[in-house]
């Protein structure tokens, strides 16, 4: 059984419903719900392949790197307070 946990943890750290929600399209409040569901179940079909993979060698690396491509969120160069967390250095 895989641990959806750090994945939904994630989405909620960083509001991606409310950015799935949002679309430069006129939607009604069904057609969101059902956008920011499908979302949601294709970010947690991906993340269930990516845990179960023979190539999961249970790191903390690797989890985090199936997180970020489930949620299509780019692992290379992600900023957070403004330091660059795969150089290590600040950004200015």
Do not use: F
């Not at 909620?12 to 939607?27: G, Q, V």
């Not at 179940?41 to 993979?53: G, L, V």
């Not at 190539?55 to 489930?70: E, P, V």
Request: proline residues 2%; charged residues 30%.
């Amino acid at each position: 059984m895989v641990n959806l946990k750090p994945l939904l943890d994630e989405i909620d750290r960083s509001n991606l419903k409310e950015s799935w929600a949002d679309t430069l399209y006129e939607m009604t409040d069904k057609e969101t719900i059902i956008r920011v569901d499908d979302k949601l179940n294709e970010s947690i079909s991906s993340y269930i392949k990516m845990m179960a993979s023979p190539k999961n060698d249970g790191s903390a690396r690797y989890l985090n790197w199936a997180i970020h491509q489930s949620l299509g969120i780019s692992s290379k160069c992600r900023v957070a307070n403004g330091v660059n967390r795969r150089r290590g250095r600040a950004l200015n």
